[in-house]
Each structure stands twice: as C-alpha cells, then as structure tokens.
C-alpha cells in the first residue's frame, strides 16, 4: 500500500512563494506518474501538475494553465519525493493541495484526470492572504 504525506502548506502573502513535498512511502516511487491537485472551498478538485517518471533524461510535465509559468513541479525518485514550488502566489491560488500517484502510465505519459491516479495524500492547506 503506496502512503502519501504531503506537507509544506501555510500562510503566504500575494506574490510570496512556497515549496510544497510529498513524500512517499510503501511502494516504487520511481515507476509512478505523480501530480499535483488542489481544491478550493466550494469547489471541485482540479489539476494543478504532473510529472512522469523518469527514463534515462527524459521525463515528461503538464501544468494547469492558471499555474504555469508560476508553479514547478519536480521530484527525488532517490528521496521517494515529489514537490511542487509556488511562485507569485495570488489569491485565487489557496486550497487544499494533494499530490498523488499513478502506476498506470509508462515513461512520459501524465494525465490530468483525478480518475488516473491510484494513490492520494490527505492534503495541506495553502493560504494567500496580506
């Protein structure tokens, strides 16, 4: 049974940054697809990012549009890690984050689809606010 705990959440203000991790445990972390989602109060669970696992050099990414260019999704197949950095936090970004993973994908494939993944963390609270 593949566990996830992500932790890293907190209070931000508008424009800050923050480093979110998951940590992984209880199965081949390095043959997961991994991403990143987030739920809002009141709203639906959305993709946020993804990252495929890795053969050789190659690895594959996907971001939500709301959060590209601004979040960085990487991980530590040597740490059983994955993270998610968060740059020019804005107000429409707080939510709950969850990552999660996938063993239904070969190299470079990710999908953005919550029904895609095997395994969910409980999630930590991201707030924005001056």
């Known amino acids: 049974q593949v566990q996830l705990v992500e932790s890293g959440g907190g209070l931000v203000q508008p424009g800050g940054s923050l480093s979110l991790s998951c940590a992984a445990s209880g199965g081949a972390f390095s043959s997961y697809t991994m991403g990143w989602f987030r739920q809002a109060p009141g709203k639906e669970r959305e993709f946020v990012a993804a990252i495929s696992r890795i053969s050789g050099n190659g690895f594959n990414i996907k971001y939500a549009d709301p959060v590209n260019g601004r979040f960085t999704i990487s991980r530590d197949n040597a740490k059983n890690t994955g993270y998610l950095r968060m740059n020019l936090l804005k107000p429409d970004d707080p939510a709950v984050y969850y990552c999660?993973?996938?063993?239904?994908?070969?190299?470079?494939?990710?999908?953005?689809?919550?029904?895609?993944?095997?395994?969910w963390g409980q999630g930590t609270q991201v707030t924005v606010s001056s």
């Open positions: 999660a993973a996938s063993s239904r994908f070969g190299t470079y494939v990710i999908s953005p689809l919550q029904d895609a993944y095997d395994w």
